[in-house]
């Protein structure tokens, strides 16, 4: 079974349809891109996902005994979130504090662990404001790994990076779901970078959806022409 299956979802604004049609799973150490132009649902979709919006049709299961607290969630980014006045230490424990009153010595190793695996252990100590815009980043998918025990999902995080800090930042997401096995749903601008990297392919901005492997996605006009920069999606 899949750890989460979209089966013919539709998501509304005040009655005013969206998305339609949309059906996709995810597996145990898939790398999914959804990819589509501005305001083509990508994000209504991922909080579809997170339940932070209901369909208005379809369903949204999960499965592997997969829980929606196990999910782990970076949000587009925002510029409250680029100004927060805590540590670094703060940021990535309050990724668990949101479910526990008190941290636990393991809960703290676990916020650790999550700056080790993004090759961040040296930012611990120091304050969230003064970052980099790329080190922001990376602190901020440490605190969402650590509520991420299976399945990690992303909306546009290399948004407002420079194309080195955006590089290092996707390495750093190849190794989350190498080396963790961890799942991973990624909205992307980018079809270039995104076919690097991604197992599958969900393009929200052709009827019908496209969903499938990477491989196959390649092959299909639309891609070709995105590829070639001679379509203006
Ligand atoms: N909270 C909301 N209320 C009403 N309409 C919304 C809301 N959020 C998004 N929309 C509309 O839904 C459509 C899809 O938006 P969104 O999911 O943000 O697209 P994307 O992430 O692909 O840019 C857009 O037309 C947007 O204006
Ligand atoms: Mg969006």
């Keep these: 079974m899949a750890l989460l299956s979209c089966q013919d ?22 790398y999914l891109c959804i990819v589509g132009e501005n305001g083509s649902g990508k994000t209504t979709l991922m909080k579809g996902l997170l339940r932070l919006v209901a369909p208005l049709k379809g369903k949204i299961v999960l499965g592997e005994g997969l829980r929606q607290d196990e999910i782990g969630y970076l949000p587009q980014q925002s510029p ?24 636990s010595h393991q809960d703290r190793a676990r916020a650790r662990e999550a700056l080790e695996l993004l090759e961040a252990r040296a930012l611990y100590s120091r304050s969230f404001m003064e970052l980099s815009g790329g080190q922001k980043q990376r602190v ?30 996707y390495r750093l997401i190849e ?53 070639g920069g001679t379509c203006d999606v």
């Design 9 to 30: 979802a539709a998501f509304a604004y005040d009655g005013q349809v969206v998305l339609s049609d949309v059906s996709f799973e995810v597996n145990a150490g898939d």
């Design 80 to 103: 409250a979130q680029r100004d927060f006045p805590a540590s670094v230490k703060e940021v990535v424990e309050s990724g668990i504090r949101g479910k526990r009153l008190f941290l």
């Design 140 to 169: 901020l998918l440490a605190r969402a790994l650590c509520s991420a025990g299976k399945l990690l999902l992303m909306d546009e995080p290399t948004a407002g990076l420079d194309p080195i800090a955006a590089r290092e930042l």
């Design 175 to 227: 190794k989350i779901n190498r080396e963790k096995g961890i799942a991973i749903v990624m909205i992307s601008h980018d079809v270039h970078t995104a076919s690097q990297f991604a197992s599958h392919i969900l393009h929200l901005q052709q009827t019908p959806l496209y969903y499938g492997r990477t491989a196959d996605y390649m092959d299909t006009f639309h891609a070709q022409c995105l590829m």
